[in-house]
């Protein structure tokens, strides 16, 4: 029970979570000692609302097979565990079902793994009924899986050959129940989706140039769409802010550009959420161009890991081969010096703060400079019979260069590829 408060009413303490993380990595190496290779699974934590007590990370080329870390490594953080006060342990990978089982048995404290803190935050911020319904469809393909090995676990536990296990119909009933809700969450998934679908196919018809911003999590694409389009996206310092898409046009040079936001990427991304998440991921396939969302501010290391991280996720959804422009956004945190040694000799990329409007001139010119080679230069003469088609092509390239002479309007244009055989009939010369 907690304290008597003076208006009668009790406090009920709230049960904190404090995880202590765990992670193993390939070798000590030379990280550089800015580079707090928990840092990422503590963000991830704070973000599910669980403070970070304690760490401990061993060094081996693979973790256990049986119990995730080496034997004496568990003895050390079982002494560690007592002294930090943890209720939790949080490992920094993706578990094995057996692992997970064996690490609980020996710390007694419930173990969990960073797919299982990822999925959380997901089912934490999704808002429309795709988001809850894929983030349900990835949950449930998780747990599948962990059931799949309770079950061999308990079967073991079980009486002689030829004998039911204890537990084994239960575990029989709850994956078949499983797998009927997924079933079913499949069903209407293809149904929104159909939806998004018919929307999506409106806008590749307008034949506006489509961008996708993609990137890391956290990295400042909704910044960025805000930014660039008047948008009013929710910001926030915390993992995994955005999971709906959100397209918005904006205008550049008598142009306009279709914009999306969307889900950001993270390193080792649950494979249950990449594939729950396919139509949302999409919405970055489907696009012309993608300005990768980079966040200078984090140390070179991380960096790095961030852009590899996001160029495997863009590759494992088929969208590797699309064009790139590289924003780096946050400059605003860093000194001129590194701001220089950032963008000298790494000729792609346009420096930019989203929060401050830095650079924007400069990215809305890079996109498109990348859309120019889908235009192609016409001289187009509208009889005054075919004024609605001009206003048409305006909407689609902007500004014209015209000239109002007798026989009509003649314009000099540069034409989407895609079009340009829509307007061949006006062709002059
Ligand atoms: N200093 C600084 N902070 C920025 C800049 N751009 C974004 N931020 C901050 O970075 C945090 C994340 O920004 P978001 O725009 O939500 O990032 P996101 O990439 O959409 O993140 P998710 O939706 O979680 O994937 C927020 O606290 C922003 O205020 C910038 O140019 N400079
Ligand atoms: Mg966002």
Redesign the pocket.
Known sequence: MGEGREDGTYAVPETIQRAFAIAVLPSPGAAPDDHDPLGELRELLRTGGVETVGSLIQHRAEPDPDRYLGRGKLEQLKEELEASGANLVAADDELLPRQERNLEAALGLPVIDRSAVILDIFADHAHSAEGKLQVELAQLEYNLARMRGLWTHLERLGAGIGTRGPGESQIETDRRLARDRIAKLRRRLAVVERNRGVIRAKRTGSHLPQVALA??????????LNRLTGAE??????????LDPTTRSYDHEGRTYLLT?T??FIRKLPHQLVEAFKATLEETTMADLIVH?IDA?DPPERRADAIAAVDSVLEEIGAGAKPRVLAY?????LDPDRRRSLLVGNGEAIG?????GDGLGELRDAIAHSFASTLQPMRLLFPYSALGRLSELHSLVGELEREDRPDGVLVEARVPTALVHSYDSFRCG
């Open positions: 990137g890391y999590t956290n990295a400042g694409k909704s910044t960025l996206v929710g910001v926030g310092d915390r993992l995994f802010q955005t936001d889900v950001g969302v501010s956004n946050k400059l605003d945190l930019v703060s989203a929060t401050r």
